[in-house]
C-alpha cells in the first residue's frame, strides 16, 4: 500500500492511474491517463527490491536491462513495435511511460477456445516479422519473441513489445550485458544462437 501511494505521489502531477494491466518478472504495467496530452498511455514500473537478488539478478542489472528496453524501443519507429514517450525516475521509483494499445496478448488470444482463423495468424507474423526486420537493421535484437511480447490491437495491428533483455548486434555489447554461463529468454521459446551464448 505504501508503495502505491508512493507511486501515485510521483506520477500524479501528469498521469491519472486508473488500474493495473499487466505484470512480469522486473516490472508493473499501469494504463493511465496523460493529463497533459489527454490521452491514455501504459506506464511500466521498475519493480525494485531485495527481492530482486532472490532471483540471481542484481539491482544494477535489473536497472540496466530497464535503460536498455527503452533506449531499445527509442531507437524503433515501427507501426509494429510499441513506442515509448517518456523515461523517469523520482525517489527510487523508476517508470517508463509507452503507446497503450487497446488490444489482448497474443498468448490470451491463443489460448481462447474458439478456433483461430490462418489468415488472422498469417497476418499477425507478417507485422511481427516485419517489426523484427526493422529492428535488425537498426542493430537490436529482441531476443524474447514469444506470445505474450506481442499485443494485437482491436483493429487488427499487432505490436512488440519487452525489449528488457534485447541487446546490440554486438558480441562484446552481449556479452557485457549476459552474466556468463546464464541464458536470457524464455526457454521454449528460445533460439539456438541464444542456448549457444549469442
Same mark, same amino acid.
Not at 84 to 98: A, K, L
Not at 139 to 162: T, Y
Given at each position: 500500500?505504501?508503495?502505491?501511494?508512493? &507511486?501515485?505521489?510521483?506520477?500524479?502531477?501528469?498521469?491519472? =492511474?486508473?488500474?493495473?494491466?499487466?505484470?512480469?518478472?522486473?516490472?508493473?504495467?499501469? =494504463?493511465?491517463?496523460?493529463?497533459?496530452?489527454?490521452? %491514455?498511455?501504459?506506464?511500466?514500473? &521498475?519493480?525494485?527490491?531485495?527481492?530482486?537478488?532472490?532471483?540471481?539478478?542484481?539491482?544494477?542489472?535489473? &536497472?540496466?536491462?530497464? &535503460?536498455?528496453?527503452?533506449?531499445?524501443?527509442?531507437?524503433?519507429?515501427?507501426?509494429?513495435?510499441?513506442?515509448?514517450?517518456?523515461?523517469?525516475?523520482?525517489?527510487?521509483? @523508476?517508470?517508463?511511460?509507452?503507446?497503450?494499445?487497446?488490444?489482448?496478448?497474443?498468448?490470451?488470444?491463443?489460448?481462447? %477456445?474458439?478456433?483461430?482463423? +490462418?489468415?488472422?495468424?498469417?497476418?499477425?507474423?507478417?507485422?511481427?516479422?516485419?517489426?523484427?526486420?526493422?529492428?535488425?537493421?537498426?542493430?537490436?535484437?529482441?531476443?524474447?519473441?514469444?506470445?505474450?511480447?506481442?499485443?494485437?490491437? %482491436?483493429?487488427?495491428?499487432?505490436?512488440?513489445?519487452?525489449?528488457?533483455?534485447? !541487446?546490440?548486434?554486438?558480441?562484446?555489447?552481449? @556479452?557485457?550485458? !549476459?552474466?556468463?554461463?546464464?541464458?536470457?529468454?524464455?526457454?521454449? +521459446?528460445?533460439?539456438?544462437?541464444?542456448?549457444?551464448?549469442?
Amino acid at each position: 500500500m505504501e508503495n502505491n501511494q508512493k &507511486l501515485l505521489r510521483i506520477l500524479e502531477k501528469n498521469y491519472k =492511474l486508473e488500474r493495473q494491466i499487466g505484470s512480469g518478472g522486473m516490472g508493473i504495467v499501469f =494504463l493511465a491517463t496523460d493529463k497533459r496530452l489527454e490521452r %491514455k498511455v501504459a506506464i511500466k514500473v &521498475l519493480k525494485l527490491s531485495e527481492n530482486n537478488q532472490d532471483s540471481g539478478i542484481s539491482k544494477e542489472e535489473v &536497472l540496466e536491462r530497464f &535503460l536498455r528496453e527503452a533506449r531499445s524501443i527509442a531507437k524503433l519507429s515501427h507501426p509494429n513495435i510499441v513506442n515509448i514517450f517518456d523515461i523517469g525516475n523520482e525517489d527510487e521509483v @523508476y517508470y517508463m511511460v509507452m503507446e497503450y494499445v487497446d488490444g489482448f496478448v497474443l498468448s490470451d488470444i491463443l489460448n481462447q %477456445k474458439e478456433k483461430i482463423d +490462418y489468415s488472422v495468424i498469417l497476418n499477425i507474423i507478417v507485422q511481427i516479422c516485419s517489426a523484427l526486420d526493422f529492428a535488425h537493421e537498426n542493430g537490436i535484437i529482441h531476443r524474447d519473441i514469444k506470445p505474450a511480447n506481442i499485443i494485437v490491437s %482491436k483493429k487488427g495491428i499487432a505490436k512488440l513489445m519487452d525489449f528488457g533483455i534485447a !541487446t546490440l548486434n554486438n558480441k562484446k555489447e552481449a @556479452y557485457k550485458l !549476459t552474466q556468463a554461463g546464464s541464458i536470457l529468454g524464455s526457454i521454449m +521459446y528460445i533460439s539456438p544462437e541464444q542456448l549457444n551464448g549469442f
